[in-house]
Nanobody, 120 residues
Framework: QLQLVESGGGVVQPGGSLRLSCTAS????????IGWFRQGPGKEREQISC????????NYHDSIKGRFTISRDDAKNTVYLQMNGLKPEDTAVYYCAADLICITDMTGYWGKGTQVTVSS
């Protein structure tokens, strides 16, 4: 079965850190750009970061610049999102998606999401 699986979510206090992982099953990630998206309570899903094939280019939403870092390890078939300085407004379900390039509306493979809750 071809799928993406997110992991690493959880409950963390403001200012804390989490590292999310996006692992491919049934196919190899190195052919794809990978985007991270999130959907907070009552909000629309938004793309927050993307990394190109080979990892030579990344982009970040203004709300996470300087706090989150996207990276990839194609040998492990995994893309990461390191999240530092977490804020309550980062609370959301986080998804990863694969497509040939970094675009806003990625139409390739999607994961089912992992919940991140930032609360004291």
């Amino acid at each position: 079965q071809l799928q993406l699986v997110e992991s690493g979510g959880g409950v963390v206090q403001p200012g804390g850190s989490l590292r999310l992982s996006c692992t491919a099953s049934g196919f190899t990630l190195d052919y794809y750009a990978i985007g991270w998206f999130r959907q907070g309570p009552g909000k629309e899903r938004e793309q927050i970061s993307c990394i190109t094939r080979g990892g030579d280019s990344t982009n970040y939403h203004d709300s996470i610049k300087g706090r989150f870092t996207i990276s990839r390890d194609d040998a492990k078939n995994t893309v990461y999102l390191q999240m530092n300085g977490l804020k309550p407004e980062d609370t959301a379900v986080y998804y990863c998606a694969a497509d040939l390039i970094c675009i806003t509306d990625m139409t390739g493979y999607w994961g089912k999401g992992t919940q991140v809750t930032v609360s004291s």
